[in-house]
């Protein structure tokens, strides 16, 4: 099982980034998946998850900024992000967990699978 990011880089206050994530070998049929961040000196947080069915969830710092979606197969995974802050800056992880619902309150070790994360920085 292979959980890949990509497009992270820098970007200025304000501005937008698409990060993406694929997920290769993963023969289960019933999960969900969500992307977390980590900031220097913080723990790992959950911050936009997306259901079997499509339910998404976002948590606070990020709602109406950040969209997470699905390609056509399920095991691509994006999170477009918009109206970006110094505060957003963060190495972005996908996670991949069998399962209906990813509620934004399981932490990373409930998952069964994480990428190795790519970079967001966002500078004033």
């Not at 980034?17 to 070998?25: D, K, N, P």
């Not at 970006?84 to 619902?101: I, N």
Request: proline content about 2%.
């Amino acid at each position: 099982i292979q959980v890949v990011e990509s497009g992270g880089g820098s970007v200025q206050t304000g501005g937008s980034a698409r990060i993406s994530c694929v997920v290769v070998g993963y023969t289960h049929s019933d999960y969900c998946m969500a992307w977390f961040r980590q900031a220097p000196g913080s723990e790992r947080e959950a911050i936009a998850s997306i259901d079997l069915d499509g339910r998404t969830r976002y948590a606070d710092s990020v709602k109406g900024r950040f969209t997470i979606s699905q390609g056509n197969a399920k095991s691509n995974l994006y999170l477009q992000m918009d109206s970006l802050k110094p505060e957003d800056t963060a190495m972005y992880y996908c996670a991949v967990r069998d399962g209906r619902w990813c509620y934004l309150i399981l932490p990373a070790r409930e998952y069964n699978y994480i990428g190795q994360g790519t970079q967001v920085t966002v500078s004033s």
